[in-house]
């Protein structure tokens, strides 16, 4: 399993949250990707572009009351996620 969603950057494990993966078709955990962006097999934005996920991104580090560093970082290392790098 990945340890962060292959979509945001989401981890997919936290001590605070439990289990944050999203299911795929048959119902099964999703090994790749998050509940926010990914459940019962299909992507919640499937349309989503590289860019509106960096917003998506900071605006919810935004709320959760992270600082610019950890915005900027998370934001940084959204391209060379599996969903960002696949063909589409």
């Not at 962006?37 to 989503?48: K, R, S, W």
């Not at 590289?50 to 580090?61: K, T």
Request: glycine share 8%; charged share 30%; with cysteine.
């Amino acid at each position: 399993m990945s340890k962060q969603c292959q979509s945001c950057g989401m981890p997919l494990q936290t001590r605070k949250a439990g289990d944050c993966r999203g299911t795929d078709a048959d119902g099964s955990k999703s090994e790749m990707w998050c509940k926010l962006c990914y459940q019962d097999g299909a992507f919640y934005t499937p349309n989503c572009s590289l860019e509106e996920m960096r917003e998506i991104v900071d605006d919810a580090l935004k709320e959760n009351g992270s600082g610019k560093l950890m915005r900027w970082l998370a934001q940084k290392q959204l391209h060379s996620l599996k969903r960002w790098k696949t063909p589409r």
